[in-house]
């Protein structure tokens, strides 16, 4: 989301499931300021953060892209300082259904792996592995956790690029052709004003800029496309 960058020489790439990964240098910085705060409990814990991070996004990345690989549409993954893109040519028979059900895959594949960590969380503690206080392993559940809850439910918001946005342009242009990118855009920018203002609210600073943020970028779409 948010625009991605050029790729560098520094990149690391790879293949997953036969889908082709590049995590741009960018990807660390991002999420090693993201989870800043995790810092003041030492070192080990933002690295910690940093790999939570990287799996939370290359799960809800794998999902877009094996949902767009099975219906025929050949997929890669690009992860960088905003997040992660499934990247696909929308062609043969492309319809909103198949987008819809692309994009749900993301945020539905962290939500299993949340299913798949709580179902597992006797196990985890029962052999040790976490309890007993606090510990970088315990930190890391906790983290996969909540990430792949929370993010979740929030990227399936109404708000452009959000998924959730994405979902409500495709409904809106069904429903209104000519003016349904508009009618999203709009949709976006009032959804994102009122969860700004909760988050500044529950003084949770990082997410109310967040969507402040988003709610400008949704504002400015839709002033570049009254006014060109």
Known sequence: MLGPVQPTPYDLTFSLLGIPVRVMV?????AAVLGWNSM?????YLLTWIVVAFVS??????GHALTARLLGYPP?????????????????????GKSVL??????FAGFALYGLIRLSLPVLVNSGVIGGGLNPATFAVSQLLF???????????????LDGGQICRDVCITLSPRRGTTIAIQIGMVAAGLVAFYFFQQQR???????AFLGIQNFQE???RRYG
């Open 26 to 30: 960018t990807f660390w910085l991002g």
């Open 102 to 107: 692309i994009t749900l895959a993301g945020p």
């Open 147 to 161: 990430i792949n809850l929370w993010w979740g439910v929030l990227n399936l918001l109404p708000v452009l690029p």
């Open 76 to 96: 890669r993954i690009m992860m960088y300082h905003f997040g992660g893109l499934a990247l696909y040519e929308p062609h043969r028979n492309y319809t909103v």
């Open 222 to 224: 839709l002033q570049q």
């Open 57 to 62: 996004i290359l799960v809800h990345e794998m």
């Open 40 to 44: 003041q409990l030492g070192l080990p």
């Open 205 to 211: 600073t990082y997410a109310a800029i967040l969507f």
